[in-house]
């Protein structure tokens, strides 16, 4: 009875012992592959979103959320999603498009192409301002077969309809009584996708859940969250503390993460390039002796060695990375002779200060940054610094978004870029109908060139592949020169991930490391 009753004072010691050094200094936090933790993926995004309606600003989200008739699969070539079949007539001109059956909404409805339809005359309708609007110009009509089956008119033929139709299809009764721009849908979406949404706490995080009635590969991670982190060095202490399980790295970050134990590190390549946009509504960039000079005194190796960290390559196209790029284009080799030809023969005089006049107007203007993009505000900075070689006198302007209009501002590090059909991102960048001024379009410069219109109108309505990429190949020529941007770089995205998270597939990125994300419903944690 002794020697049980001291085996039991010992046991209770024991438990005691382990409970003070469990608690020292606090409670004991779980390691970041502790088999403890929840079955769900924190991931660190950069921004928080105004709205989450596809249709009406670009996010992460849509691979989560959302399912279109098409969807881009691991090289980037649109595939069958909820489409079942399409065909294309001979002339190019018709659409049949049947669906399949077993797709439904997050709140059970069923989707039917009263969905799809309901979607693109929303994109459509000027009322909402969609964006997209341009991707659906060519649509006369739709006509409905069946609940199953739609066929949609063209009024000629338009090559990159197949892209166009990844658009995410949004239900239909969900904005019966109210405005898309002011629908409650905005807030709190419902799709078709993966994953349903949860719960948003604004400033902080937003929710997501795996939705069990998945028509496609249903989600192995329970529960996604998106936790708001703008600073990048925040972002980095917390995927090295494991505190979030993803994030986009910034170059300078890359060597000491890819030393912490439980990450894994991806360097992708992406079709994502860095530049200063001209605003063509101020005189200065009226010259086109002006931009490029610029371009010219743009020191792309030094941004590609010294910012970039060799994550990167120069970039001189927006289609540098599609199989329609030409390559024998002007690049802008960095080259201070010329630069400085090109402003003396345009009657900039260098004064005794050091900076050239013409006409008592000072070569001088303001690139304006996002300043929670460190990548930005430091190539920013250091062209600028740059173009002091050439007489000119650039300030840069390091703000919040909240404090960005872009479309106002003198010059702007732009990221833009895409790996699917030629004319994505480039019709909506360059031609003058997309101007942000006049329409829900992304010429924020006001860019305006007739060359640059018709190339861009003919490259969509052109079906042969080989007469596409002369078209392509001449929009290169026309917009290398009369530039709209001076482009800097390539940048590769370098994403840290928990390494006990697979089934990552990889494949060229858009802008932002846009993407990455796009087979999450594939992903697995080994340890939960």
């Known amino acids: 009875m002794k020697k049980f009753s001291v085996l039991i004072l010992l046991m209770v010691l024991a438990v005691v012992f382990v409970g003070c050094s469990a608690n020292q200094g606090g409670e004991k936090q779980p390691t970041a592959t502790s088999s403890a933790q929840a079955n769900e993926l924190v991931f660190a995004s950069e921004s928080e979103f105004a709205g989450l309606n596809p249709l009406l600003e670009e996010t992460n989200l849509d691979a989560f959320l959302f399912r279109g008739l098409m969807r881009f699969d691991e090289h980037n070539v649109p595939i069958n999603d909820i489409a ?33 339809m309901f979607t693109i005359n929303s994109i459509l309708d000027d009322a909402n301002g969609s964006y997209l609007k341009s991707d659906f110009s060519h649509v006369v009509s739709m006509e409905k077969v069946n609940d199953m089956t739609m066929t949609i008119q063209l009024d000629e033929p338009f090559t990159p309809l197949l892209d166009k139709l990844t658009v995410p299809i949004l239900p239909k009764h969900a904005f019966e009584g109210q405005e898309m721009r002011t629908a409650t849908f905005n807030q709190q979406p419902i799709g078709a996708g993966p994953y349903m949404f949860e719960q948003w706490d604004k400033g902080t995080s937003l929710t997501l859940k795996a939705y069990p009635s998945f028509f496609g590969t249903k989600a192995s991670i329970e529960k996604v969250i998106f936790k708001f982190i703008p600073d990048s060095n925040v972002r980095a202490l917390q995927l090295k503390s494991g505190e979030v399980d993803i994030a986009l790295l910034d ?32 005189p ?19 941004i590609v060695k010294g ?50 006049y013409k006409d008592g107007q ?3 203007f303001t690139i304006t940054a996002p300043i929670t993009d460190t990548v930005r505000v430091n190539m920013a900075n250091y062209v600028a610094e740059g173009y002091k070689e050439i007489g000119a006198d650039v300030q840069v302007a390091a703000l919040d978004w909240s404090n960005i209009v872009i479309e106002e501002t003198e010059a702007f590090m732009v990221g833009w870029g895409s ?11 360059f031609h003058s109908g997309e101007s942000s001024l006049t329409s829900a379009g992304y010429n924020y410069g006001s860019y305006n060139n007739p060359k640059v219109d018709a190339l861009l109108e003919e490259g969509r309505t052109t079906v042969d592949p080989e007469k596409r990429k002369e078209v392509y190949g001449a929009l290169q020529e026309e917009l290398a020169q009369d530039p709209p941007f001076a482009y800097f770089a390539y940048v590769d995205a370098v994403y840290g991930i928990n390494q006990q998270i697979s089934g990552v597939k990889e494949r060229i990125l858009g802008h932002h490391g846009a993407g990455f994300l796009w087979n999450v419903e594939e992903w697995k944690w080994h340890d939960r």
């Open 284 to 302: 200065i960039w009226q010259d086109v002796a002006v931009r490029k000079a610029i371009s010219y005194g743009t020191d792309r190796t030094g």
């Open 251 to 282: 170059p300078n970050q890359v060597e000491e993460l890819s030393k912490v134990e439980h990450l894994k590190l991806y360097e992708v390549e992406s079709a994502d390039y860095r530049g200063v946009l001209f605003n063509m509504k101020y």
């Open 362 to 364: 000072k070569l001088a």
């Open 307 to 356: 910012i970039l960290h060799g994550y990167g390559t120069e970039a001189y196209s927006p289609l540098q990375k599609h199989a329609f790029v030409n390559a024998n284009i002007e690049h802008y080799k960095y080259d201070l002779d010329k630069a400085n030809e090109l402003l003396d023969q345009a009657g900039w005089q260098l004064a005794e200060d050091g900076f050239r």
């Open 84 to 116: 079942q079949s399409i065909k294309i007539s001979d002339d190019q001109m018709a659409y049949t498009i049947s669906i399949h059956r077993d797709v439904t909404f997050h709140d059970g409805h069923p989707l039917t192409v009263d969905d799809i």
């Open 419 to 429: 790996p699917y059909d030629a004319d994505h991102h480039t019709y909506s960048l």
